[in-house]
């Protein structure tokens, strides 16, 4: 579904922040994201200036907008050719205007409009922005990233491999990469889910390439319980983990799997959350080695939700969300 190549458009972008020395005055945080209209595509995380592929009329477009996502409603839009003018004329903009503690975009928007950043802003484009008004990013597609997709060259298709709790180990990546060679175009592409991509297989193949991942211990199959689960690094590799929760998950995936349940849980070893950046719909916090609070994902409450339950063993844990209703928590 993609509607552009986003990849020189974003070798572009990245080129003029590393080159252009005034944008060495950027926060490390301040982000740029740049979406092509993909089925798989993280939607959900703010970004500090957004860039969002559609066609009107026939002509290839970019939706943008400020300190959101793409998702949002988008402010204008400028044409493909110029996303790359409209980025540096909203980073200079954002470094002319900004106080030195303002080093996010919605720092600065608290002090002023959007509608007075883009006033200030079509000044400095060559052509003005366009009015695209009532359009909106669809949202994408869940669980796409762990499988085999069409592309959209007829006859091709990619295969999405999960890493068992985001480790990909030297023979994973080494054996994926002669499969890239073998059966794609010698590409692999990471994911913001903890898995790859290999992008560019003919249909015919599909079958070989994936029970070939699977053998090296990838997990291509969203009925794998292992494929929902995160965890942070936990007590085998951080001074602040109060569990080990990389074992943990890995005892949680077989219990689940054994119920036939393939279920989002978050393990965090302590309450910063490291290894995921949005609310999962469930959380286990650690308190001590092996035991576990239970949140559930609630819109009404602060951090990972209302807590259900304290101190859980694993399988004191694992039998109470096998207990949950499917809709709520099956992914």
Same mark, same amino acid.
């Given at each position: ?7 020189? +458009? ?40 957004? +860039? ?23 402010? @204008? ?8 003018? +409209? ?44 009015? !695209? ?12 990233? !762990? ?31 002669? +499969? ?25 193949? @599909?079958?070989?390439?994936?029970? @070939? ?16 689960? !995160?965890?942070?690094?936990? &007590? ?16 949680? @995936? ?13 393990? &965090? ?63």
């Amino acid at each position: 579904q993609c509607l552009m190549d986003t990849r020189p +458009l974003a070798a572009q972008i990245l080129d003029t922040l590393q080159g252009h020395p005034r944008f060495h005055q950027l926060s490390a945080k301040f982000a740029v994201q740049l979406d092509g209209g993909e089925a798989l595509a993280m939607l959900e995380h703010h970004h500090d200036l957004w +860039l969002s592929a559609l066609e009107r009329d026939g002509q290839g477009l970019l939706a943008f907008g400020l300190a959101g996502c793409p998702v949002d409603e988008p402010l @204008a839009a400028v044409a493909q050719d110029q996303g790359h003018e +409209l980025l540096v004329a909203v980073l200079e903009l954002f470094l002319d205007l900004a106080r030195p503690e303002q080093t996010r975009m919605r720092h600065l928007l608290m002090d002023m409009s959007r509608e007075d950043f883009l006033a200030q802003l079509e000044p400095r484009l060559s052509r003005p922005l366009l009015n !695209i008004g009532g359009w909106r990013r669809q949202a994408s597609d869940a669980g796409l990233h !762990i499988g085999t997709y069409p592309q959209a060259a007829p006859g091709q298709v990619y295969v999405g491999a999960g890493t068992p709790l985001g480790r990909l180990d030297p023979a994973m990546l080494k054996g994926a990469a002669q +499969l890239a060679r073998e059966y794609g175009d010698a590409s692999l592409r990471l994911t913001p889910w903890q898995s790859l991509l290999l992008p560019s297989i003919a249909a015919a193949d @599909a079958p070989a390439a994936t029970a @070939a991942l699977e053998q090296l211990g990838l997990l291509c199959s969203p009925q794998q319980a292992l494929a929902h689960l !995160i965890a942070c690094t936990g &007590s085998s590799g951080c001074g602040k983990a109060l569990a080990d929760t990389k074992s943990d998950a890995l005892q949680l @995936a077989g219990l689940l799997q054994r119920h036939g349940r393939q279920l989002d849980v978050h393990l &965090s070893a302590c309450p910063r959350s490291c290894a995921a950046a949005h609310v999962a719909p469930a959380t286990l916090l650690a308190v001590a080695p092996g035991r576990y609070d239970l949140y559930l994902r609630d819109a009404t409450q602060p951090g990972f939700g209302t807590l259900h339950a304290r101190n859980l063993s694993i399988e004191a844990a694992e039998a109470l969300l096998d207990a949950r209703p499917r809709s709520n928590l099956d992914a």
